[in-house]
């Protein structure tokens, strides 16, 4: 006799990759001046999944921490957004990656200095993992980058892993190339990027990455041209920074929208934001000749709002993003 059919939780957006700790000096100090740090929580993968989930749809982060007092603050603090950890491995004796960020501003250069070697999430391997999280009775949409194949063979095998399940089940892939140059060159970027660029559903990436990976562009229009030759049945997406960013649809026309000027505290996240509110429009508008436009309207917006926020999440608010795109600011008058 069979047993009751167990209840499972449908998901918006599932996605996975490393989170870490970011330890900052405060008052844009140099690293060999502090003494103490602030602390945030921060991760590509988790960031959007922050912002989604604050936007109002069901995600879900899966990954591999220490069953730690760091790990718990982790996990604490991504539920704190309501974003769903059930997914996530703990495991014991392991590391939690870290992260230095000197926010100087100009003419000194922000930097980022990793501590991430060996840790648990990049050992993240298949065998972690249920595949029925990646199936249209778990969630309607799987968001990756190209942050976690850089983090070593075991991640690297996982997102092909990851990438394969989620096509062969027939749902839609996000991926952001989210290129990092202190894990990896971009000559062991190239091939692996480009593996899930052809395979995803929608492409993002940077005309920063596009530039130093596959020497394409260096604008955005030239960025897109590009993607659109090599990448002819995806939804690709080029953004550039305080330009804006521009998208096409298969054998579609391309879609430009600037940037909203925004007072940056923090410039970390704004791409993981924009990614938050790009997929926010994918999954909440419904198809139409503006539906990109529109798209890419939540995507800059966010983003901008995420510059006028601290730390690395997307910690959005919708009421803002509406007002923004409404209006084209957001009223002065104190709230209270």
Known sequence: MEG???????????????????????????????????????????????????????????????????????????????????????????????????????????????????????????????????????????????????????????????????????????????YRGGLWSPAEARGELLHHMKRASIVISSTGDLEAVFSAGPDREGALEWLRERLPDQVCVVTSGAEGAVACLPGGETVVRPSIPTTAVDRLGGGDAFNAGFLYGWLRFPAGPDRLKRCLDWGVAAASLKYATPGDMAVLDKSEIVALLEGGSIPGRVQR
């Open 4 to 178: 009751p059919e167990v209840e499972v939780t449908f998901f918006d957006v599932v996605t996975l990759g490393e989170t870490m700790l970011r330890l900052t000096p405060p008052g844009a100090g140099r690293l060999d001046q502090a003494r103490r740090f602030d602390v945030e929580v921060g991760g590509s993968e988790s960031n959007t999944a922050v912002g989604l989930s604050r936007l109002g749809l069901r995600c879900t982060w899966i990954s591999r921490i220490p069953r730690s007092p760091l790990g718990d603050l982790v996990c604490a603090e991504l539920s704190r957004h309501g974003v769903d950890v059930s997914g996530v491995v703990r495991v014991p004796d392991e590391r939690l990656g870290l992260y230095f960020y000197e926010d100087g501003p100009p003419p000194r250069r922000r930097r980022v200095i990793y501590d991430r070697a060996a840790s648990a999430a990049a050992r993240l391997g298949p065998a972690d993992l249920d595949l029925d999280w990646f199936s249209p009775r778990r969630c309607r949409l799987v968001h990756l980058t190209g942050i976690t194949p850089a983090l070593g063979e075991s991640a690297r095998r996982t997102t092909r892993h990851v990438m394969e399940a989620a096509r062969a089940a027939g749902l839609p892939v996000s991926f952001d190339t989210n």
